[in-house]
């Protein structure tokens, strides 16, 4: 299966920017997607095939990289940013899911 | 507006077995393959099943291949889950999840829903 690999945890102030990582253990070309998960909820999804917003999400997040690093992007930051992050690939059989960033607000 | 309500987790003994439902409205059921994603307390994100628009296709992550069986009703814009031979390790919400998906590969998980807890425990 394609491993990919997050930081456990940033934190961050309000209004900087944060940059989250996920790297895969095989090339996903560009289908990899992020999701966002506040406590209790379920996902939702925020970037999709690397680097396309999807609706309704602020233009805040953003997405870049292929093959087998990836960043997804938040700038400015936002006190309601606070949540767990996974990355997700698509490309390889099966679809796997990232560890999760916890990004935490100072 | 889409809305995915799943149904059915409950406390079950190990071996024994549940079904879950999953009722979806505000889109085309029948025109997208639908997935099941779970997530044990505190713990990330694991694909389980695919099913394909007509139901004719499915697929399985390893560990839950020959005891869990994914279904559709079309009719009835319901999505379901048999899981039989039940685990510890299968204590989990399970979500259900749709969006434009291949049933092997490929596609995003573009809507959620709020999730069922299954848990397995004697």
């Known amino acids: 299966d394609t491993v990919l690999t997050q930081s456990p945890a940033l934190a961050v102030s309000p209004g900087e920017r944060v940059s989250i990582s996920c790297r895969a253990s095989?090339?996903?070309?560009?289908?990899m997607h992020w999701y966002q998960q506040k406590p209790g909820q379920q996902p939702k999804l925020l970037i999709y095939?690397?680097?396309n917003l999807a609706s309704g999400v602020p233009a805040r997040f953003s997405g870049s990289g292929s093959g087998t690093d990836f960043t997804l992007t938040i700038d400015p930051v936002e006190a309601d940013d606070t949540a767990t992050y996974f990355c997700?690939?698509?490309?390889?059989?099966?679809?796997?899911f990232g560890g999760g960033t916890k990004l935490e607000l100072k | 507006e889409v809305q995915l309500v799943e149904s059915g987790g409950v406390l079950v003994q190990p071996g024994r077995s549940m079904k879950l439902s999953c009722a979806a409205s505000?889109?085309?059921?029948?025109?997208?393959?639908m997935a099941w994603v779970r997530q044990a307390p505190t713990k990330g994100l694991e694909w389980v099943a695919t099913?394909?628009?007509?139901?004719?296709?499915?697929y399985y992550r390893d560990s839950v291949k020959g005891r869990f069986t994914i279904s559709r009703d079309n009719a009835k814009s319901t999505l379901y889950l048999q899981m039989d031979s039940l685990r510890s390790e299968d204590t989990a919400t399970y979500y259900c999840?749709?969006?434009?998906?291949?049933?092997?590969?490929?596609?995003?998980?573009?809507?959620w829903g709020q999730g069922t807890l299954v848990t397995v425990s004697s």
């Open positions: 999840t749709t969006g434009p998906l291949g049933v092997y590969h490929g596609g995003w998980f573009a809507y």
């Open positions: 099913i394909s628009t007509s139901g004719g296709s499915t």
């Open positions: 095989e090339g996903v070309n560009s289908y």
């Open positions: 997700q690939q698509s490309w390889n059989d099966p679809r796997t």
């Open positions: 505000g889109f085309t059921f029948s025109s997208f393959p």
């Open positions: 095939k690397a680097s």
